[in-house]
């Protein structure tokens, strides 16, 4: 196929026939289509599985959104997990209120709580806000075992759960697919560029009398939307709620995701959190092995592919060779 | 009293983990986040070594000190100086080294590998026994800890101030170019300092481990309190680590004689969180100041 549709300016094409149309929406169509069928070609295990790396997809979209566009790498991902699921989870044990009642709620109050939280941070760039965000899971684990609030160390149980697996699975799977383009849009209006301005030189940006602060906190408030209906909708997947919701994994996936997927495109952290959740459950039967196994595959991203897979493969989609034969 | 010479002790046992992780990170602004998995595996070495090979205690702790600068030296030689100035990716690199490290140790029955399960792995005092000071009994070990830790403070700040191999490793942290048109090889400037960083993770868990059990968990926490000392108390100064480890350590004591050990990990997680929210830049740095924050 002639592919020089696309014109050398990034993103902007001269549409001329439906053949390249249909070039730019195969990709798109694909992810939806492929992401809206998978689970009825899974058991009920899978479909399990493809609920958890849903989450981790709504988390990987929030760091790279804040790693790539802000400029605030957050290792906290955690925190935004914890308080939309103790939320959640409170309501629906302490109130009665229905899971699909609850989670709404709670991916807006978490949203709230989590960034109030945060806000003193904001000030702080690179590896400060790295580190403090790091710490406000740990923190907040600590708290609940001193006070033991909440359940203490071992949670609450029997939680309501949400009504069928399918809509467990296809509520997850929409938000992500409307999380995804919902974030491509918004980094393209105003408020992205202001934002990605933010973070190759936020004093310019000051400058131009522009209040980083305040777009900041709008910024972060998107990503802990993602993470607390993330959150939100773990207590209720598992009807269970505890300190490990507050884990390192919730941390830790995220960045792995969107190293391997390529940083800033926004897909590719989504596309490599649902490569790596089913790669790590494959895992489980090696143990701690796993975790290892893991951690060679980020390593070899980093060090060999740092741009990560999305990146690459668009590249090579983009590209149109024409070959002579002599 | 009791808090006094406890606090102190325990004052000290931070300075000796956050020793290393100051001298790469702080001083060479080389971040070597498998810091708390060396301290682990050099424990760990060191038991197996006296144990399984029956080494004499000296010995084997030499021998597991040359290849934790060993373990140092590779990670910048075939990892790291492929992402100098990517700072994220420099942090997500030597973090995923130390989970392969700390959780490499876990594994067991893979080739007569026995692993690391259960808390019976302890490394013997160096001399047994222990004295009144101030009215408390105190270990020999203990009073080790105070003198190695005193010792190897003093020595650094020596080193990086006086010697030219410290003056180096201030200047690749200070501006890369000028130290190499100067004639400093950064590369190996780095890598001998991460080499360093790491035999001085070792010789902090050699020194600290006998008090305790050697578990894989210890690496997290070994790698926060260092990051959390060498920041507190500003990048580059070593009386602000001291500083730092002084505050946190007596916070930590102080916290648990007034509210119950329930509440030591809470003071600890919430102090650090504080000073670096008021104060980012460390509370001696005179570094960066400014960069560090809007």
Known sequence: MDRSIKVRTEGLYALSSWTEMLYLILPRALLIVGLLTLPLLLDMYWQRVLCAAGIYALLALGFDLLAEYVGLVCLGGAFFIGSGGYISGLLNAHLGWSALFCIPIATLGGAIFSTLVLIPALRLRGIYFAIISFMFPMFARYIIIALSIFGGTEGISALGTLPNVWTEIYLILVVVIIALFAIRRLVNEDIGLILRGIKDNDQAVKASGINITSYKIKAVFIASLLGSFGGAYLSHLYGWLGISLFAMDFSILPIAASVMGGMGTLAGPVLGAFALTPLSEALRGFGQLRVVIYCFILIGFIVYKPEGLLNYFQRKYHQFELWETV | ?294
């Open chain 2, 1 to 294: 009293m009791d808090i006094l010479v406890y606090g102190t002790v325990n004052s000290v046992t931070f300075a000796l983990i956050a020793l290393g992780f100051t001298l790469v990170y702080g001083v060479s602004r080389i971040p070597n986040f498998a810091h708390g998995s060396i301290y682990v595996l050099v424990g760990f070495l060191t038991y197996s070594f006296i144990n399984d090979l029956t080494l004499n205690y000296p010995l084997a702790v030499f021998i597991s000190l040359i290849i934790a600068s060993i373990i140092g030296l590779i990670i910048y030689r075939f990892i790291l100086i492929r992402l100098r100035g990517l700072p994220a990716s420099e942090i997500i690199a030597s973090f995923a080294v130390g989970l392969i490290i700390l959780e490499g140790l876990r594994l067991q029955g893979i080739g007569g590998f026995k692993g690391f399960i259960g808390p019976f792995y302890m490394l013997p005092n160096f001399i047994e026994g222990k004295v009144c000071i101030l009215g408390v009994f105190v270990n020999y070990q203990r009073l080790i800890i105070i003198g190695a830790g005193l010792a190897m403070i003093v020595g650094m700040s020596i080193f990086t101030h006086y010697t030219k191999l410290g003056l180096s490793l201030r200047a690749i942290a200070q501006d890369e170019h000028a130290a190499m048109m100067l004639g400093v090889n950064s590369d190996r400037t780095a890598m001998i300092s991460m080499s360093i960083g790491s035999a001085l993770a070792g010789l902090a868990a050699v020194t600290i481990l006998p008090l305790g059990n050697i578990t894989p968990e210890m690496g997290y926490h070994v790698l926060i309190y260092a990051l959390a000392i060498c920041i507190i108390g500003g990048l580059g100064s070593w009386w602000g680590a001291v500083f730092a480890s002084f505050l946190l350590g007596f916070s930590m004591k102080l916290s648990t004689a007034l509210f119950g050990a329930m509440w030591e990990s809470v003071v600890l997680v919430g102090t650090i969180i504080f000073i670096l929210l008021v104060k980012p830049s460390g509370l001696l740095g005179k570094q960066k100041e400014f960069e560090e924050r809007v």
